[in-house]
């Protein structure tokens, strides 16, 4: 019997929480390769919670609830999926100088001992439920795991092809695929507006951009780097060959039934390209303004300003704050077949019925002071300008609003009172 698993038995023992003969026979379970934790709950001689709460007791640690503890993915990556399995342990969070370690079983000395050496931090325990723990390190060691695969059945990134990557983006099965749709999926259930997928140094991030707020969720090897942009951009339309020029693409996925566009931006970096991708959901283009979270009192101001008439109304904020969502529940609401809603967008990010959306072309000449122009001899109602970037834009702007028009339009700020 393992050192560890004595030292725990004792310790459940002292505490009065399991007697001798229940020891005794969850031991003997343990002969399978259980966890003694997991034999005592399994012969239902006592609770994972109590087990993990009388653990921290008894030996002066806190106790965490990992299923509603936000990790830190960058802790996580400190040890290898191996190791976390091998131990039962995951890093969660940095703290100082110090690596904050969940384990269900705080009494194995060896592995805080290892996982010192091994990481060059001094080691925090905290106990947690062991089944909690068993889900997020395999929550967090699966996208590791998915691009180990594909790095250890591709060639490298220097001897692919166009026609291979090309090949590979169509293989459903191929794991670099699976990658980027777990990326995805985990963006559109955290209710990302956006995923920034940003190389550096000796590795690639992705962040979320949740709330205007941009979270880091993962870190991957460098040698991923350019296989998953590759992939983003054939997705997107975009040209896989071309590293130097910034690029814009689009695509639609279904996702859990519900179509989101996909908005792509590639722009080059010192450390190679980086990819931002906007999520629009068209499930925001048919949504209730008294769903956006308005106060009563407020939404009710709202909607007095927007059924004049004439004037100007500017939904402001920072980025992914819901500005474009806020103006398109707004178009909804306002459109109908006596009016002549025109719009001038970059780009066009949902499609409405009814109402004439025009993209803004610089290359062409086409820019939003030149669009809006152009809409005012088309006789509109309403007129909605994706976002007043200078102040050319914003004169003709006003100046439409003070001669019968409607106007609708952003600015790019950090709260109202900075526009």
């Avoid at 969660?92 to 370690?101: A, G, M, N, S, W």
């Avoid at 122009?373 to 100046?399: C, F, H, K, Q, W």
């Amino acid at each position: 019997m393992a050192k560890s698993t004595k030292r725990l038995g004792k310790i459940l023992l002292d505490s009065g929480l399991i007697s001798e003969e229940q020891l005794k026979e969850a031991i003997s379970c343990c002969e399978d390769g259980k966890s003694l934790t997991r034999a005592l709950v399994e012969s239902g001689f006592v609770s994972e919670v109590n087990i993990a709460r009388v653990l921290a007791e008894q030996m002066n640690l806190p106790f965490v609830d990992l299923a509603h503890f936000k990790i830190d993915p960058n802790a996580c990556a400190a040890v290898s999926e191996e190791m976390a399995r091998r131990y039962m342990v995951l890093p969660i969070k940095f703290e100082l100088d110090k690596l904050i370690v969940a384990m269900a079983d705080p009494a194995n000395i060896f592995a805080v001992d290892d996982l010192r050496i091994v990481t060059g931090y001094e080691i925090k325990s905290v106990v947690v439920i062991e089944s909690d723990l068993l889900v997020a390190i395999e929550r967090f060691c699966r996208m590791d795991r998915v691009v180990d695969e594909y790095v250890e059945s591709a060639v490298t990134e220097k001897e692919r092809k166009i026609e291979t990557l090309t090949e590979a983006a169509g293989a459903q099965e191929a794991p670099i695929v699976k990658f980027v749709q777990s990326v995805i999926l985990k963006a559109v259930a955290d209710r990302a507006s956006d995923i920034h997928i940003e190389p550096e140094d000796d590795d690639f991030r992705v962040r979320f951009r949740i709330d205007g707020v941009l979270h880091e969720v993962m870190r991957s090897p460098k040698r991923t780097q350019g296989p998953v942009l590759s992939r983003l951009k054939i997705m997107a339309g975009m040209d896989i060959a071309e590293h130097r020029k910034p690029q814009d693409g689009r695509f639609g996925l279904s996702v859990r039934k519900n179509p989101i566009d996909f908005r792509v931006a590639s722009l080059p970096t010192v450390y190679g390209e980086k990819i931002v991708l906007r999520l629009l959901k068209r499930e925001n283009v048919l949504i209730e303004l008294g769903e956006l979270g308005f106060l009563p009192k407020t939404l009710e101001r709202f909607k007095s300003s927007f059924t004049k008439p004439y004037g100007m109304i500017l939904v402001t904020g920072p980025t992914g704050s819901g500005k474009s969502t806020t103006l398109y529940a707004t178009l909804n609401v306002l459109n109908s077949p006596e009016k002549n809603i025109i719009t001038v967008e970059d780009p066009v990010e949902y499609r409405l019925d009814g109402v004439s959306q025009t993209q803004i072309n610089p290359k062409a000449g086409l820019t939003f002071a030149g669009g809006l122009r152009s809409i005012l001899r088309n006789d509109p109602d309403i007129i909605m300008v994706g976002e007043i970037r200078d102040r050319e834009t914003a004169l003709i702007a006003i100046e439409s609003a003070l001669t019968g028009h409607l106007v609708l339009s952003t600015l790019h700020t950090n709260d109202a009172s900075s526009a």
